[in-house]
């Protein structure tokens, strides 16, 4: 998990020592801000990376993931970015998602590979590169509103193919999503989509630009 984001020193540092305690107490592996992480799978190392509101990649952002990319196969960044209740992705988080990929990663849920969190509804996907960008996951198990109008999510599930580690190919599944398994309320138990749902969902993400 990525501890990366506006509400990660709500408590001040014992807050964030003892998220991290916690996390370390269960085995869950974490990344953010200065720290990175690396999980090795079937024997390919996959680097993670985290970073909240970053006007632009810097210098040690830059150092960070070509640092990572030496001692992994495959890098992804996490961004915390964007604008709540936005579904297009502003021009600032398309430009640094870019950068990004251009400075090195894989992927962006923000390099190989970018992936992105914060406006609590979804946003669009692209690809630059060959490396697949999610710009907004919305919500998933949301405790912050009893009730939001936009209860939609999903989970982006990305396949990877290596031949002697390095990458081949790569296929990616949208799974719809619902974050309440009742629609009059939140009641924080997130659930897979279906039907009308399912259909609706997939067509908001893939025609969201």
């Keep these: 998990v990525t501890v990366a984001n506006n509400h990660s020193m709500d408590c001040y540092q014992k807050g964030m020592d003892d998220t991290k305690a916690t996390l370390d107490e269960y085995g869950v592996g974490y990344f953010g801000y200065s720290k990175s992480y690396i999980k090795e799978v079937k024997g390919i190392k996959f680097g993670f990376l985290g970073y909240a509101f970053p006007n632009a990649v810097s210098d040690d952002m830059k150092n960070a993931i070509n640092e990572l990319k030496k001692k992994t196969d495959f890098v992804i960044v996490y961004y915390h970015w964007g604008i709540e209740r936005q579904y297009q992705a502003n021009e600032d988080q398309r430009s640094l998602a870019k950068f990004t990929i251009d400075a090195g990663a894989d ?33 998933f198990c949301f405790g912050g509103n009893r009730n939001p109008s936009d209860k939609d999510s999903m989970i982006y599930q990305q396949t990877f193919h290596f031949t002697n580690k390095k990458i081949t190919s790569m296929e990616n ?37």
Excluded at 114 to 139: A, F, R
Excluded at 179 to 202: F, W
């Design 107 to 139: 992927a962006v849920i923000g390099a190989n590979m970018v992936v992105g969190s914060h406006p609590h509804v979804l946003e669009g996907i692209e690809t630059y590169k060959d490396s697949p960008i999610i710009y907004s996951l919305s919500n």
């Design 173 to 209: 599944k949208i799974i719809p999503c619902m974050i309440s398994s009742v629609k009059y309320r939140n009641n924080y138990q997130p659930i897979i989509a279906t039907g009308q749902d399912a259909e609706r969902i997939l067509k908001k993400v893939n025609t969201i630009q």
